[in-house]
């Protein structure tokens, strides 16, 4: 039986998202997720910065001795092909493309700047795809403004003249998930297919869940200020908060 935590970071608040889904299926298994404030946003970086940022991610896991680590972030997940660590790294692009594909035949994808120029969800979805870069929508997002009219209006700005031209949009940014709605009022019904919820299964295919009984620990890092972070939409127990320094 493996006790050791999983690992799971983000830029920011958005991979929330995806933790929130790990402990509906994980529920008995220990996590520790990592808000990487300090360098946030992601999508608008180089990217050699990435690849360092997403390197410094790894290797504090490693030092942390998780037993897998999932990257919550598309943009992180582009810039880690790079590495190999001793314990599964659980990307979450392809995985989202692959069910994007199964049901869209015109595929609008949302995302941060840098994933969109990088082509890496074009390079799976080919000539279905059109990309919009969308990394206001993480400011949004990390700001706690979801369901004002600062979102609308942004959201609106960023996908209407799509409308009725895609069957299918990927979110593919964890933050955008908490703009379903926003999307939705302008784009109408449409196959949305949200990264957040794509990691589970590959997960799963790399853990053995304990079988323990009772509630898994759930640590959140911050490399930020953690009185700045904005998540009382985030409905799991918390059993602490508090800031790291990643060197």
């Known amino acids: 039986m493996d006790n050791r935590a999983i690992g799971v970071f983000d830029?920011?608040?958005?991979?929330?998202?995806?933790?929130?889904?790990?402990?509906?299926?994980?529920?008995?298994?220990?996590?520790i997720f990592l808000a990487d404030t300090k360098n946030n946003p992601y999508g608008t970086k180089s990217k050699a910065e990435l690849e360092e940022i997403v390197e410094r991610n790894i290797k504090y896991f490693e030092n942390e001795n998780v037993k897998a680590i999932v990257i919550a972030c598309n943009t992180a997940t582009a810039n880690s092909y790079h590495l190999h660590p001793q314990v599964p790294l659980i990307r979450i692009i392809e995985p989202t493309a692959k069910r994007a594909l199964e049901v869209g035949k015109k595929i609008l994808v949302l995302a941060t700047d840098y994933t969109i120029s990088s082509g890496i969800y074009q390079n799976f979805l080919g000539d279905r795809a059109i990309g919009v870069k969308c990394s206001k929508f993480v400011g949004i997002v990390e700001e706690g403004l979801m369901g004002t009219e600062i979102a609308q209006e942004v959201v609106r700005s960023h996908?209407?003249?799509?409308?009725?031209?895609?069957?299918?949009?990927?979110?593919?940014?964890?933050?955008?998930?908490?703009?379903?709605?926003?999307?939705?009022?302008?784009?109408?019904n449409i196959n949305i297919i949200d990264s957040s919820l794509s990691i589970a299964p590959l997960l799963k295919e790399a853990i053995k869940d304990n079988n323990q009984t009772g509630r898994g620990k759930v640590i959140i890092n911050t490399t930020g200020n953690p009185n700045n972070l904005k998540i009382s939409w985030f409905k799991k127990p918390i059993d602490e908060i508090k800031q790291v320094f990643i060197s």
């Open 11 to 31: 830029s920011g608040v958005g991979g929330l998202t995806v933790l929130d889904d790990l402990i509906n299926h994980f529920p008995h298994e220990d996590f």
């Open 159 to 188: 996908v209407e003249e799509y409308k009725g031209k895609v069957d299918t949009v990927i979110l593919g940014c964890t933050h955008f998930g908490l703009l379903t709605k926003e999307i939705k009022d302008v784009l109408g």
